[in-house]
């Protein structure tokens, strides 16, 4: 019997291939004194040039499938390796203490990392650390025969298997051999999840034990579709998967057709679909999947892509490459949203216990209010070489929007003096995802120019449940009739003072949610790039005014969640 194992469908898809283990290895060592220090000093040579040829071929892998300036980290290495203070270090330790080549290793790196890490307020000897700390790991391997991975080595079809992925981890995946990926952690809203989508790989997450289960090399089916994973599957299985595969792609075609029509629900309403983006290049995705508008750029990711803050220039940049990309069509920029599950080392930011609960987006850029002022200059800047819409994240309170607004306007009047053309049609709205502005729409309606509800964080704060904790996954629940009562007051809200409100968390695509979104009034759908034409497929099917009816029932009478799935079933399965 093929073992199976399941977890959260996080992206669509099926992939077939086999398994890849990128997990930490066990890197623990006794510590020995010794006698034969010759002996040590040649295994640490011998580790060395092991190490060494790894890193050059890793570096020429990285620069074919990352590009050249994401292979330079591995010069970084390299030159670590060849340090003649760091190796002088550990062959005297092991001369003149006597002790093993992984513990004089160990205590020379040691002082190296603590040294450069005392360095706070420079960021590339902080680097450097980290360098060392990587390139230690790779010559104790070696010392221990252990085998580290090494995903940018990849160069055949693998599917990943973690504990976890950060986000940062997802954006570096090759697309071209990585088909999927399986993780222990994490909910269908978990950055690297939503990444996976705009990925277009097939992606299952909080399998609680996907790594204990599966072995370095084993054939896995897995089904992004059912959140499936089979673990060696038989002939007849590996059969029949081939064949779902082969009909979700006659589906995906069916879809494709609708690239270029726009979105008009059976009664002639028309709805505005767009996509939710990480960085300029996601532009393919948006161009190839038809989406109207961007309804969420996340800047944060060109924050994370650095190893110091983008400067105003290289914003600018990134944001102008969006803004013609879309040719006159609306891009809503969030500004950086960090925090959470979104780490930028560099800044420093202390450990917390609640990080969702925390330090993050907005409060962060109104205590560091110079990296929000560079920010706000990039784009303002940038405003004039297309249709701009700016958005603050994690909004709370209305004080925080007025100083939000007000700091924004400062950098504008300074542009204007400056002789700087901005654009003087920008709308500045912000994300509704805490439960206190959804309660409060009515008041912000009066101030903000658009609502964007984010569902990812409104619901994880509304349920209280951690939207990267698999053990409370089952309270992501986007069509309890809680949460669509604050989206139905935070919609009615913005429309009574004239305002639009659009949805930007990942409830926007949801085939069950969208017909009682639209059933109430939203007026632009932002999603991952890859749900766009499926979400228009099935719009394009629907009547307004019976889904204005189905909201009512949804909001008003039902009880739980599985009340308003069985109701929507009812409505839209003819
Ligand atoms: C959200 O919270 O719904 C949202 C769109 O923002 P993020 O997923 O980046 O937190
Ligand atoms: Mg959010």
Known sequence: MTAKLSGIAASDGIAIAKSYLLVEPDLSFESKNISDADGEINRLSDAID???SDLEMIKENAKKTLGEEEAKVFDAHLMVLSDPDLISSIENAIREEKINVETALQNATDTFITMFEAMEDNPYMQERAADIKDVRKRVLAYLLGVKLPSPATIDEEVIIIAEDLTPSDTAQLNKQFVKAFVTNVGGRTSHSAIMARSLEIPAIVGTKSITENVKDGDMLIVDGLEGEILINPSESELKEYKKKNEEYAELKKEWDRLVNEKTITKDGNHVELAANIGT?????GVKENGAEAVGLYRTEFLYMDSSELPTEEDQYQAYTKVLEGMEGKPVVVRTMDIGGDKELPYLKLPNEMNPFLGYRAIRVSLDKDDIFRTQLRALLRA?????LRIMFPMIATLNEFRQ??????EEKEKLTNEGIKVANDIQVGIM????AAAVLADKFAKEVDFFSIGTNDLIQYTMAADRMNERVSYLYQ???PSILRLVK????????EGKWAGMCGEMAGDQIAVPILLGLGLDEFSMSATSILKTRSFLLELDTNEMVELAEKAVNDCETAEEVIELVNKYTKK
């Open 280 to 284: 300029p290049k996601d532009l393919i």
């Open 489 to 496: 007051f935070v919609i009615d809200s913005a429309h009574k």
């Open 50 to 52: 092991k190490s060494k």
């Open 478 to 480: 986007p069509y309890n």
């Open 432 to 435: 509704i995802e805490i439960p």
């Open 404 to 409: 939000a607004k007000t700091i924004y306007e």
């Open 383 to 387: 405003s004039v070489h297309g249709n």
